[in-house]
């Protein structure tokens, strides 16, 4: 029987006793795949994790210094474990966490609070956010459990968040991941991640960390 990796169930019965887990490679190893990118990014830019589930990517970022960092997942106990795992590492609690759906970002935007005192009035604002990186390591294999709907439904949501000059940077075991009709991204193939093998004669296996821009 095929796991329901696109399912909530699934999820919160796993993360009821998972709190720490890398999907592919770790946090460290991907950090290393997308430094290129990283190190054009000011501080200041807001990072989308996708599907952080209990992953430690969250605070790789903020080892940078990177701090405007949102991490979602459609699991609250997701939440729980990652704002644990900053807690754990920096002593506080400073990036986001969103529970919320990746593939419904079109009709339910993650929204930002801000305020302002134009003509001396204090006024709140809440606006859609706008992210200049968005990540995932095998959310879009897990979104992908949905069928190609589901990945597109994924893929414009994130393309309505992106900033102007946003990308999206995905890891994933399939190398046609997003061989998709009508996706609206250009996918660049951005390095070949090559798995461990068992032994000296089993065949190179990859994963492919692909960038994404819109259309």
């Known amino acids: ?19 720490s887990f890398e999907w592919l490679v770790t946090s460290k190893q991907f950090i290393s795949v997308i430094e290129p990118h990283l190190a054009q990014l000011p501080l200041s830019s807001h990072i989308l994790h ?24 459609f699991e609250p106990l997701a939440a729980e474990r990652g704002r644990d795992l900053e807690q754990k590492a920096f002593g506080d609690v400073r990036m986001n966490y969103i529970v919320a759906d990746a593939t419904h970002l079109v009709d339910e935007p993650i929204m930002i609070s801000s305020h302002s005192d134009a003509a001396g009035e204090n006024e709140h604002n809440v606006t859609p956010a706008k992210f200049d990186l968005v990540v995932d390591k095998s959310t879009a294999d897990a979104v992908a459990c949905g069928g190609d709907s589901a990945i597109l439904k994924l893929a414009q949501g994130i393309k309505e968040c992106l900033s102007k000059d946003g990308v999206w940077i995905s890891l994933s ?43």
């Open 1 to 19: 029987m095929a796991t329901d990796y696109e399912k909530q169930s699934y999820w919160h019965d796993r993360f009821t006793s998972e709190t």
């Open 50 to 73: 996708l599907g952080s589930g209990t992953s430690d990517l969250h605070n790789h970022f903020r080892s940078r210094g990177l701090l405007n960092v949102t991490n979602l997942d």
């Open 173 to 215: 075991f399939s190398s046609d991941r997003f061989e998709v009709p009508e996706l609206p991204f250009h996918v660049e193939v951005m390095a070949k991640v090559p798995t461990r093998k068992m032994k000296p004669t089993d065949p190179d296996i990859y994963h492919w960390c692909f960038i994404l821009r819109p259309m």
